[in-house]
């Protein structure tokens, strides 16, 4: 249940020519009172001798009745409650008791107070109620309102749990606004999958995304095919922007403008520019950038990079200071929306779930000590630049391998999250990793595939040595990984990763314990990735099958690590 405290007004028959209307869009069905003050309160959508002027004159009574000097300049205040989409269409009587509540719980007209302030609600369609309240009490008094948006959801959960609703986390007032009703049933009507809003919003954030300067994000809007609008001072200074879709227009043909505040808090330009000038020093700003792009048709080395800062950032997020957390979660978020616009098809779609459920994930009251995650940054800067991925070859492992690592980075953010008390923060985070998780299963399928043929064609005594090698370096998982189909794929890992020269049996135990590994679906797959981005070998080993058969050849004969290194370099050659 979300109930929402609007502006306050000045005029209360505006408010209820609007709720008894039928809107713009004629969204509104059936409007009606559903509870009042007075039981007795003329009801203009029932009742056909009633009016909206009556209804009025009841509302502003104790308003008037004060002298115009003591009259609160704004006096209608107004609060919106809707049910969650899961939940089931409340009756008129229930949808009474929850507006009783509302304006007792937020000081309206408290419990027991007969001199509370007049007010109505009424309900225009099945998922909502609007209540409208003049601030005069019925003494003369001004109601004691501090923090009634907090107060109205404290009692939100507690109706939740009682009547058995959905339970929602209590905001923090970080979230970005969501959609009114009537751009959902706008979007509805026009067969859009989201509202412009929505649309908008994610469009901005993927400018965003590695961005440098205000020319290049600007650029990428354009390039999107946004509207946009600058808002210049006299100076001459930038001081913000508005976006429109190009096809999202107003009754009179316009385009619907949104600032970049009102699609997100920390889309606003103030904010964005907080995250450039931490990179470098405001003299450099107008006109550098940062050390060269990727060259075009590197989305591997991109992914790689990416798997790698992401592993730092693991780091700094379960250790570091609390504000270089909270950059690194923002920068995160970044990275998330980055690789959703280039990659592949078969990935495409749960990626980008991932990237909007952890938009919610990246802000909070933490403020974010930006700098210390540059190197995120920089790998968001990096997919982009790299172009989008083919889904196959190198960087379709190393688009897994970025995946799952990404996986895990998103999970300490859950904790962190968690510590902190954020509910909603951490909600967020769970969400973008079931679709990273999915994600991952779709992007890991193909290459795990290939290393798990290799592993199976592994002769019996090299595949005896990597047993041996696992139960030394990981004695308590290792009967765990053997029951997996996963463990094909890693002695295929551990052969090349001794093949390259490394001592398994320290890497392994190294690539186990960096890391809790009890999230991990297969543990075989986390290791998998850690040793062959910890090892630095190749990632997509469809052209391995020679350099295996070289090492076991060798290897068998003289038990030589050094001399299978260089077999294995000629198979592959």
């Not at 000097?69 to 107004?78: G, I, L, M, Q, T």
């Not at 009754?251 to 450039?276: T, V």
Request: aromatic content about 4%; overall charge positive.
């Amino acid at each position: 249940m979300i109930p929402r405290v609007h502006k306050r007004g000045k005029r209360t028959i505006g408010l209820l020519y609007y709720l008894y209307g039928p809107s713009t869009h004629e969204e509104h069905v059936d409007p009606h009172l559903v509870a009042a003050w007075d039981s007795l309160a003329p009801d203009p959508g029932r009742d056909p001798q009633a009016t909206h002027t009556e209804l009025q004159k009841l509302l502003d009574q104790p308003v008037e009745a004060l002298a115009p000097s003591r009259r609160p300049a704004k006096h209608v205040w107004h609060l919106s409650v809707r049910a969650a989409p899961e939940d089931p269409v409340l009756s008129d009587e229930r949808w009474g008791e929850i507006a009783r509540r509302m304006v007792a719980a937020t000081g309206i007209a408290p419990d027991g107070d007969d001199a509370g302030c007049r007010w109505a609600a009424v309900r225009h369609a099945d998922d909502h109620i609007h209540i409208i309240a003049t601030l005069v009490r019925e003494d003369g008094r001004r109601p004691r309102l501090n923090n009634d948006a907090g107060r109205a959801q404290a009692e939100a959960r507690l109706i939740e749990a009682e009547y058995g609703l959905k339970r929602l986390n209590t905001g923090d007032g970080t979230a970005a606004q969501r959609p009114t009703s009537a751009e959902r049933h706008k979007a509805e009507r026009q067969q859009r999958e989201r509202t412009p809003r929505e649309e908008l919003r994610e469009t901005v954030r993927r400018a965003v995304a590695g961005a440098t300067g205000e020319k290049e994000f600007f650029d990428r809007l354009a390039a999107a095919g946004l509207l946009i609008r600058r808002r210049i001072a006299p100076s001459g200074d930038l001081l913000g922007y508005t976006v429109a879709l190009p096809d999202d227009r107003n009754k009179d043909g316009e385009p619907i403008f949104y600032s970049g505040s009102r699609l997100a808090p920390d889309l606003s330009l103030p904010r964005i520019r907080e995250r450039w000038s931490a990179d470098r020093d405001d003299h450099a700003a107008a006109s550098s950038s940062w050390p060269s792009p990727m060259a075009p048709g590197a989305p591997s080395a991109a992914r790689r990079g990416t798997a790698s800062a992401a592993w730092q950032a693991l780091i700094v997020i379960e250790q570091g200071d609390d504000a270089v957390a909270a950059a690194h979660i923002a920068s995160a978020g970044e990275v998330l929306d980055a690789l959703a616009k280039t990659s592949a098809a078969h990935t495409r779609s749960e990626l980008r779930e991932a990237a909007v459920a952890f938009e919610r994930a990246s802000r909070s009251h933490v403020r974010a000590e930006r700098g210390h995650d540059r190197a995120l940054r920089q790998a968001a800067r990096d997919l982009i630049q790299g172009g989008p991925a083919l889904g196959r070859g190198e960087d379709g492992a190393t688009t897994a391998m970025a995946i799952d690592i990404l996986f895990f980075l998103v999970t300490a953010a859950i904790h962190w999250h968690a510590k902190q008390g954020h509910a909603q923060q951490a909600a967020a985070a769970r969400q973008a990793a079931e679709h990273l998780r999915a994600a991952y299963q779709a992007a890991a399928a193909q290459p795990l595939g290939v290393l798990y043929q290799r592993g199976r064609r592994l002769g019996r005594p090299l595949l005896q040595r990597q047993t041996s090698v696992l139960r030394e370096a990981v004695p308590e998982l290792a009967e765990q990984i053997l029951a997996e189909p996963g463990w094909y794929a890693l002695a295929a890992t551990l052969a090349d990763a001794e093949a390259a020269g490394h001592n398994t049996t320290m890497l392994l135990a190294d690539a186990a314990g960096r890391r809790e590994l009890g999230t991990a679906e297969s543990v075989s797959d986390v290791l998998v990735w850690r040793l062959r981005r910890s090892a630095e070998l190749p990632v997509d080993t469809s052209n391995a099958v020679t350099a295996d058969r070289g090492t076991e050849r060798l290897t068998s004969r003289t038990g030589h690590t050094t001399q299978g290194r260089t077999w294995a370099r000629r198979g592959r050659s």
